[in-house]
């Protein structure tokens, strides 16, 4: 327990948990509410669907292996900001094809962007996790693994309030969980650097 406690006294640490927990909680909501978004709004077939799904998925793989080579070239901080630019970017771009109506393929695109940083995120994240709190590896491996899983618990339900034909709430939640993210990488990890 005290091993918890030596973590929670690290605030560049909670700031690094904190983000990645944020730009997690967004890959969540889409995959909570994705499967009502683009097959109840956007007339998506089961099979296209499960496609798109699987081109996410494959985004997040690549995302995450060009960051490990990319981490010989570049500061890891670097890397951290670009892909939480990119959530941002993608999130931003989500919100505006949802609330003008835009083509689908805009909204794949965002979505991608959105989902693909999480790749990069984890990579950075627990990298410069386990650099600050090497000797307790164990414990903040552990925290790092749970509290995405546990911000995903608190805004997956919050997607589908708003009913399974709209997008709305999925953009809302996207872009709040990516602002947040930034949010606490400004106040928690930046001012200290």
């Avoid at 609330?99 to 940083?117: D, G, Q, R, T, Y």
């Avoid at 950075?124 to 925290?143: D, K, N």
């Avoid at 608190?154 to 589908?160: D, E, F, M, R, T």
Wanted: proline share 3%; hydrophobic share 55%; glycine share 10%.
């Amino acid at each position: 327990m005290n091993t918890f406690k030596d973590l929670f006294k690290d605030r560049v640490f909670i700031g690094i948990a904190l983000v990645q927990s944020f730009i997690s909680m967004s890959m969540f909501a889409y995959i909570s509410g994705s499967p009502f978004v683009l097959q109840n709004v956007y007339g998506v077939s089961p099979q296209q669907f499960s496609f798109i799904f699987a081109l996410n998925g494959l985004g997040i793989i690549i995302a995450a292996q060009t960051t490990g080579r990319l981490a010989d070239t570049f500061q890891e901080l670097t890397l951290l900001r670009t892909a939480m630019l990119i959530s941002f970017f993608g999130s931003c771009l989500l919100i505006g094809s949802v609330l003008w109506h835009l083509p689908l393929v805009l909204v794949l695109i965002a979505l991608f962007l959105v989902v693909s940083s999480v790749g990069m995120v984890n990579t950075t994240c627990f990298s410069l996790g386990m650099e600050r709190q090497g000797h307790v590896a164990g414990s903040a491996s552990a925290f790092l693994g749970i509290l995405p899983f546990g911000g995903g618990a608190l805004v997956s339900p919050l997607v589908g309030l708003g009913g399974e034909n709209t997008a709305l709430l999925m953009g809302l939640v996207i872009l709040l969980c990516s602002c947040t993210a930034i949010l606490m990488y400004m106040t928690l990890i930046r001012k200290r650097q």
